[in-house]
């Protein structure tokens, strides 16, 4: 493969600088956890389905505890002496708590002791979940084993879970490596996790378990056929990250949307509240080997690709580094980027080039997600076309590791289903006739790509540099990523954060965190 050089003593620098960064993050949500993540541990050990007033159990479990003022000490040993009370299992102790039967937040009939030893086997059969899907993931790959890269991501958004497992289905069959499905709009905004499988839904399908659940039946039956693995991926961003990183976990899912920066950017959900969740949600990923996306693509959407190139690749660096903190191995890293360079601009492939090297060479062993260009693209959908062209022969010279695919008709309308399989006919074709290309060519030495990729890591130094001397949180209030500005104490779900008690515990976190990094 082609290299542009990078200095290994400057990458070293900025991947010091992103960890500083990093570790600022890690110091902070340690002390606190949010409603988010508890009603994550009420799923993990066991609680699910809906009130008679159709509220998820979690919600209804962790509302509670909140009036009862008795959160700050988490949900776990609530409910370890809870289940003891009932001598039933997980789901049907939630029932008889929503039902007022169990006074739920009442530890004190049992013991210390007591408690203790039921908390910890709720958490050894929560982790078993994680590690279960893990195992099962891996015996499926045995005999459908992963092709190789870029894999070829495509999405479905219908609003209708059956809908989109038809044009699932449809997908695999024209050579699909990965299916995401795309949320319905404002999901991210949503304080639960709907229940059930849905059939309606604006601009993509609500992300529910059971849903995960339809889906992955339907691509195990495909990948059968085809004789190869294929992904499942949803986004476990926004109110609700690690509730659907554990349903995501109990369904076997691949790949989750789930960035730095994202819901606290496009979103405005408070930043203390995405971080929070966020370092749960990813200790999930890394027990039960899911890959995360993250969505710096979405930054060029707002400010310009060319001058604001530097933000990409610092963002990069920081969810990385961010990651590693949370357990998440190289390959579990799909770090996102884009091709959004104005097609007006001169030598603009050659820009794209420059920066999809730079992301390979500083992330040798990450499966980087690449994005195909949205920004420019015209409703002249042979022009969008050479466009998508263009990006293909990009991703496959850099050797990306997700490759998202451009459809010519995304100016226009939510893609039909000729229009993706014009778009992986146009993948296929680009992949095989140029698929060694990278290990053919040499970057020329002082040469336009190299330069261009230098400048960019200059800037990303000093930019790092700069959030590390400012605090990350408070450059985020400053506008320094998008050009958007997000403040501490702004945006939603800040309500949902509290800081914990002395006595509070999250088994689960711990027993992960304890046991560290799982290579298996």
Known sequence: MA????????????????????????????????????????????????????IPLPNALIEILKEK?????????????????????????????????IDFGNITEFSKSEIDKKEKELSDSAVGILDRTRFRKAEKQASCPLPPTPWKYLIVATGNIYEDRTQARAAVNSGADIIAVIRSTAQSLLDYVPYGATTEGFGGTY????????????????????????????????????????CAAIEDLDMLLNDSMYGILFRDINIQRTFIDQ???????SRAKI??????????????AIDNAYTVTASQLINEAIGKRALLTDDLLGLGHAFEINPEVENAFLLELAHAQLARELF???????????????????????????????????????????????????????????ALKNINYIFNVAKDLGSEIEFKKDGLIQKRAQHVLDEVESFLTQLEDEGFMQAIGKGHFADIKRAM????????????????????????????????
């Open 489 to 520: 104490d702004g945006g939603k779900g800040l309500e949902g954060v509290f800081i914990k008690s002395a006595d509070y515990t999250n088994p689960i976190m711990s027993q992960i965190e304890k046991e560290g990094v799982i290579n298996e």
């Open 3 to 54: 290299q542009i050089g990078l200095r290994p003593e400057q990458v070293q620098r900025v991947k010091t600088l992103a960890d500083n960064i990093a570790a600022q993050v890690e110091d902070f949500v340690k002390s606190r956890s949010s409603v988010s993540v508890e009603r994550t541990i009420l799923r993990l050990y066991g609680v699910d389905g809906i009130t008679d007033e159709g």
């Open 279 to 285: 370092y749960f949600s990813r200790l999930l990923c």
């Open 291 to 304: 890959v995360i996306n993250t969505g710096e693509d979405n930054y060029l959407t707002t400010s310009d």
């Open 364 to 422: 040798p062993n990450a499966p980087l997600k690449y994005m195909p260009p949205t920004k420019y693209k015209s409703t002249d959908i042979f022009y969008s076309h050479v466009m998508d062209t263009m990006f293909n022969i990009a991703s496959v010279t850099t050797d990306q590791g997700i490759h998202l695919a451009g459809i010519l008709t995304e100016a226009i309308h939510t893609p039909l289903m000729q229009d993706r399989a014009k």
């Open 69 to 101: 003022g008795k959160l700050a000490t988490g949900s776990s040993r609530h409910f370890a002496a809870a289940v003891l009370k009932s001598g039933r299992d997980a789901k049907t102790t939630a029932d008889l708590i929503a039902s007022g039967e």
């Open 207 to 246: 992300a529910s378990q059971e849903n995960f659940k339809i889906m992955r039946e339907a691509l195990d039956d495909e990948m059968k056929k085809e004789g190869r693995y294929v992904r499942l991926v949803n986004y476990s961003s926004g109110l609700c990250m690690a509730e659907i990183a554990a």
